[in-house]
């Protein structure tokens, strides 16, 4: 359309801008909701109480957390090699 606009690469940088801004966090809270998640049952201690989750849950955390901590690499390393 125009000589000095490239849109394809302003649709890029919208669509970068999607995903971590809006997309990782949310990744990055579901992670968090499932790590606070507990299936109601808690265990009497001398220190107080335990609190237990159920192991979907966990894996749910972990996932959520890899996929951000590996985006987050990925960018670092595109910043690292587009220079």
């Known amino acids: 359309m125009s000589d000095y606009i490239d849109l394809t690469v302003v649709g890029k940088v919208i669509a970068a801008g999607l995903l971590f801004g809006a ?29 237990t989750r159920s192991p979907a849950a966990l894996a749910l955390a972990a996932v959520c957390f890899a996929v951000v901590a590996a985006s987050v690499g990925f960018g670092i390393y595109l910043i690292m090699h587009k220079s």
């Open 23 to 51: 997309v990782l966090p949310l990744v990055f809270a579901t992670g968090l909701r499932a790590l606070s998640a507990d299936t109601g049952d808690t265990a009497s201690y001398r220190s107080g109480f335990q609190i």
